[in-house]
Nanobody, 120 residues
Framework: QVQLVESGGGLVQPGGSLRLSCAAS????????MRWYRQAPGEQRELVAG???????NYGDSMKGRFTVSRDNAKNTVYLQMNNLKPEDTAVYYC??????????????WGQGTQVTVSS
């Protein structure tokens, strides 16, 4: 099995920055796309950013220019650098990944989420 563990969330003032991390562990053979989603109270989960195993990235429209996704394949970790944060960025941020694992094949996994609150 594979586990995804997010970290780096917290409370930040508007205009501030946070860096989220998500580390994958377990019986990993290969990790393909890794993504960040977020879900605010009463809202649907939305894609924040994604990155392929060769570094191709994509972003949700409201995050372009403020958020940067990156990954360290040697550490099985994906990062989300968030700058110029706004109150509307407040949400639980979830890591998601397509992982080929030994014994389990190719599956999609979710982390448990980390809370990001942007407030003065």
């Amino acid at each position: 099995q594979v586990q995804l563990v997010e970290s780096g969330g917290g409370l930040v003032q508007p205009g501030g920055s946070l860096r989220l991390s998500c580390a994958a562990s377990g019986s990993i053979f290969s990790i393909y796309a890794m993504r960040w989603y977020r879900q605010a109270p009463g809202e649907q989960r939305e894609l924040v950013a994604g990155i392929t195993n060769v570094g191709t990235t994509n972003y949700g429209d409201s995050m372009k220019g403020r958020f940067t996704v990156s990954r360290d394949n040697a550490k099985n970790t994906v990062y989300l650098q968030m700058n110029n944060l706004k109150p509307e960025d407040t949400a639980v941020y979830y890591c998601n990944a397509d992982v080929q694992s030994t014994g389990w094949g190719l599956r999609n996994y979710w982390g448990q989420g980390t809370q990001v609150t942007v407030s003065s």
